[in-house]
């Protein structure tokens, strides 16, 4: 049904969005909804279509719909609905039903109209590191890592962290950086962060986050002097979506838009590198980074909503909508709808759709 049926029915359905408030059209659409219940169901001819519905988890399709337009509000919008005047035609009506959901000031991390830019970093998924190569050590063995030692170099090792549970929750980054004149094993840091970020961040959004602190991080040693310019800057990741992603002519995300800027004016100077390597075999460096990184993410939060003038991944607020959506269902089915006898085994509803 949600394959095949309902995108047939629904398509096109922002221009009748404000007709999705109306009881006639609240009613063709459960008449088509009952048809497809009674043969997907063993149910009597009588069963009302509202505990169908909540026993098989199928959203009411008005409820659909109004959620179908939202998506395509932000869509058409390029991810921001301040860009859709206030008026009385469809698009405006769908913007003051978004206005009600509480995401409506939410920055997303996304845009639709892909910019392309030019990247004048270089990048290495699992080749060999250039010459002069990069990581010191003989001991550990791993894609692109040459053993060699050599010196003048900055190696930034970055790392992202999520935690999701109901009792512990919150997403961070982790920067370590390193002067390779000796061995990683035997020397300290020059500097090191763990930052804790906003949690509605996507791991992704953290790994890329973490590299642009280092960056960050670097500049600001180099501010106060603590090192001179290296021959080369080297940044090591073990997420290679993030790496892709900066990477990339065609830009699908806000964050990495404003983060590349910053790479090609510090590439302009000096060489830099990503390099991906991989993670949990021992890496001195990305351990490190993988420890802060956690360390970010358990660090208490203050707020339970994304920080203020922070971008939000689409993830986020498509949780929010379909959020909304059920409490708008859950109200309908106990306030509006009889089926006395399927309430005492589902007072409420628990959607599959």
């Known amino acids: 049904m949600n394959a095949v049926i309902t995108p047939k029915i629904l398509y096109g359905s922002q221009v009748w969005h404000k007709e999705t408030f109306k009881g006639t059209i609240v009613k063709k659409l ?15 001819t009588k069963s009302p279509t509202a505990g169908l519905q ?42 003051k039903d978004f206005v009600e959901t509480g995401v409506s000031h939410c920055l997303i991390d996304q845009q639709q109209n892909k910019l392309h830019t030019q990247a004048l970093f270089k990048t ?6 250039p010459s002069p190569p990069v990581q010191p050590w003989v001991q550990i063995k791993g894609p692109g890592v040459p053993p060699t030692s050599p010196s003048g170099v900055i190696a930034i090792y970055t790392d992202g962290s999520k935690k999701d549970q109901k009792d512990s929750w919150g997403t961070g980054c982790g ?5 390779t004149t000796q061995p990683i094993v035997d020397t300290t840091p020059l500097s090191t962060a763990s930052i804790a970020l906003c949690h509605t961040k996507t791991v992704f959004m953290a790994e890329v986050e973490a590299i642009h602190e280092g960056l960050l991080l670097y500049h600001k040693l180099r501010t106060l002097n603590n090192i001179s310019r290296p021959q080369a800057i080297y940044i090591f990741s073990d997420s ?3 790496i892709q992603a900066l990477s990339s002519i065609t830009l ?18 000096t060489p830099v590198y990503l390099q991906w390597v991989k993670a949990h075999v021992g890496n001195v460096g990305n351990e490190k980074a993988d420890a802060l990184a956690k360390a970010g993410a358990a660090t208490e ?53």
């Not at 459960?30 to 009597?44: D, E, G, S, V, Y």
């Not at 290495?124 to 590191?129: E, P, S, T």
């Not at 920067?175 to 002067?179: A, F, G, K």
């Open 124 to 129: 290495i998924a699992n080749g060999d590191l």
């Open 301 to 353: 939060h203050t707020h339970h909503c994304a920080s203020p003038r922070d971008l939000v991944p689409l993830s986020f607020v498509k949780t929010i909508l379909r959020d909304w959506l059920i409490d708008i269902w859950t109200h309908w089915w106990i306030i509006e709808n009889p089926c006395r006898q399927t309430k005492i085994w589902f007072p409420l509803r628990k959607a599959n759709s």
């Open 30 to 44: 459960q008449r088509l909804t009952r048809l497809a219940l009674i043969q997907m169901t063993p149910c009597r």
């Open 175 to 179: 920067v370590v950086i390193y002067d």
């Open 252 to 269: 699908n995300y806000r964050t990495v838009e404003k983060y590349k800027h910053l790479f090609n004016a510090t590439a302009a100077f």
């Open 54 to 95: 909540i026993l098989t988890g199928t959203i009411p399709l008005h409820l659909k719909a109004r959620l179908k337009n939202l998506m395509t509000l932000l869509r058409l919008s390029n991810y921001d609905i301040s860009n859709i005047p206030d008026s009385n035609n469809h698009l405006g009506v769908i913007k």
């Open 240 to 242: 290679q979506s993030a």
